[in-house]
């Protein structure tokens, strides 16, 4: 592919604004993956701090498969934007930034895009330990000693039949342990009567009711009821 390439001489904030403006707008057209551009233009961004205080600087921007950036200062910066996409031809210049455009790419040439990212960045680290986490943790489920074999097991329910399924913070306590609050699950189940079983959310009201009275509020709780089709 020919190679081409646009010099955009900066002198001030508005010239800035505009060549972030198109250069948002160009990586776009190029495909760029949005979280690329978005720390492309963060670094710009603050590159062009020189420019917008009123100092001249030089942007280069050179097109072939990818785009290339260039920009002189203090100390000069290059980057390279793998493009899925052809960057456009011709490559645009900051005057072809329309005037009604200009206020909008004014508001968007400060720095905040920076710290967003930051919190992007702390906030995929946290999710890359916890699924760390989970991994060494039995592939991901809590609680089951290692090494486990886990069995099958079948059964039939009669047409009608109301099955509970709950997570164990409804049925364990500290104090007692989860044997006695599964027993105390299975009398309050026998309690129900008949009008309360026909509705599902009212049943489970009246399930947890009772179960929660002395929740020590120290774990996930979690109720499903379910019927079989009659």
Do not use: K
Request: aromatic share 4%; net charge negative.
């Amino acid at each position: 592919m020919t190679q081409i390439s646009e010099t955009w001489t900066l002198t001030g904030p508005v010239d800035a604004a505009r060549a972030r403006a198109l250069l948002a707008r160009l990586t776009a057209d190029a495909g760029v993956p949005a979280r690329d551009r978005a720390r492309f233009l963060a670094v710009l961004t603050a590159l062009l701090r020189p420019c917008r205080e009123g100092r001249r600087q030089r942007l280069t921007v050179t097109a072939d498969e990818d785009l290339h950036i260039a920009l002189d200062g203090s100390g000069p910066w290059r980057h390279t934007l793998a493009c899925p996409a052809p960057p456009p031809r011709p490559l645009p210049r900051p005057d072809d930034l329309a005037e009604a455009d200009l206020a909008e790419a004014l508001l968007g040439a400060g720095e905040d895009t920076a710290v967003v990212l930051a919190g992007l960045d702390e906030a995929e680290e946290l999710v890359r330990f916890h699924r760390e986490e989970l991994h060494q943790t039995n592939q991901g489920v809590l609680g089951v000693p290692v090494p486990y074999e886990y069995e099958e097991h079948r059964e039939e329910l009669p047409d009608g039949a109301t099955l509970a399924l709950y997570t164990d913070g409804l049925v364990e306590r500290r104090s007692a342990g989860i044997d006695a609050g599964i027993e105390r699950l299975a009398r309050a189940l026998d309690a129900l009567g008949v009008a309360q079983l026909e509705r599902l959310d009212a049943a489970a009201d009246a399930l947890l009711e009772p179960m929660l009275r002395d929740s020590e509020h120290d774990d996930d709780i979690c109720l499903l009821l379910c019927r079989t089709a009659v």
